[in-house]
C-alpha cells in the first residue's frame, strides 16, 4: 500500500520558517518527479514546488520563488519543503504529491498570523 | 501559465443520473512527446485529492467504471454515469503538459 504522510505544519508568524516533511511508503521514490501542492481551505488548487528523481532539478511557483526550498533524501524516502519569509496569504493547506497526482498525502495546514 | 476552465461550477445532480463536467484549457495539451497530460480529481468534502482519470480517459487502478474522460486538443469532458451518493466533492481537471501544471477552479458535485 502507497502511503504519503506530510508533517511539520502549524502556525507561524509572519516572516517566519517551517519546514515541512514527506515521508513515502511502498513506491520507489526515484521513480517519480515530486511535487507540493497548496489549497487555501475551500478554495482551488495551486501548484507550489517540484523536484526531479535525483534531486538534481527543482521549480517553483512565482509566489514562492527565492523563498521555498524544495529538497529530497531518496534513501530516507522523503521530501522536504524549507518554507522561509512566510507571508499571511502562504496560509494553506500543503500537499505533498507523487508524480503528476498519482498519490496524494493528507495535507498539513499552514497558517501564517501574527 | 496555462488557464483551465471549467464548467459549470455547480452541479446539482438527482442520484442515479449522468453528471457532465467540461474542462477547456488555453492552449493545446498535446505534449510533443504526442500524449495528452489532462487529469482529473476527486476531492470528497474534508479528503485530499484523489485521481480518477490519467492522460483525458485512462482510469486509474479501483475507479468505478462510472467515471470516464474524453476529449482532445483543448476540450475534455468527464462523465460520471448512474450518480451516487458518494460521488459528491469537488472536480477537478488539470493539465500537466505544460509547466507548471495548473488546475480548474473545480466543480463541486452535489446532490438534488
Known amino acids: 500500500e502507497v502511503q504519503v504522510v506530510e508533517s511539520g505544519g502549524g502556525l507561524v508568524q509572519p516572516g517566519g520558517s517551517l519546514r515541512l516533511s514527506c515521508a513515502t511508503s511502498g513506491i520507489t521514490l526515484t521513480r517519480d518527479w515530486m511535487h507540493w501542492v497548496r489549497q487555501v481551505p475551500g478554495r482551488g488548487l495551486v501548484w507550489v514546488s517540484r523536484i526531479n528523481r535525483d534531486g538534481s532539478l527543482t521549480t517553483y511557483a512565482d509566489f514562492v520563488k527565492g523563498r521555498f526550498t524544495i529538497s529530497r533524501d531518496n534513501a530516507k524516502s522523503t521530501v522536504y519543503l524549507q518554507m522561509n519569509s512566510l507571508r499571511v496569504e502562504d496560509t494553506a493547506v500543503y500537499y505533498c504529491v507523487v508524480g503528476l497526482g498519482d498519490y496524494w498525502g493528507q495535507g498539513t495546514l499552514i497558517t501564517v498570523s501574527s | 501559465d496555462v488557464v483551465m476552465t471549467q464548467s459549470p461550477l455547480s452541479l446539482p445532480v438527482t442520484l442515479g443520473q449522468t453528471a457532465s463536467i467540461s474542462c477547456r484549457s488555453s492552449?493545446?495539451?498535446?505534449?510533443?512527446?504526442?500524449?495528452?497530460?489532462l487529469n482529473w480529481f476527486q476531492q470528497r468534502p474534508g479528503q485530499s485529492p484523489r485521481r480518477l482519470i490519467y492522460e483525458v480517459s485512462h482510469r486509474d487502478s479501483g475507479v468505478s467504471d462510472r467515471f470516464s474522460g474524453s476529449g482532445s486538443g483543448t476540450d475534455f469532458t468527464l462523465k460520471i454515469s448512474r450518480v451516487e451518493a458518494e460521488d459528491v466533492g469537488v472536480y477537478y481537471c488539470?493539465?500537466?503538459?505544460?509547466?507548471?501544471?495548473?488546475f480548474g477552479q473545480g466543480t463541486k458535485v452535489e446532490i438534488k
Open positions: 488539470m493539465q500537466g503538459t505544460h509547466w507548471p501544471p495548473t
Open positions: 492552449q493545446s495539451l498535446v505534449h510533443s512527446d504526442g500524449d495528452t497530460y
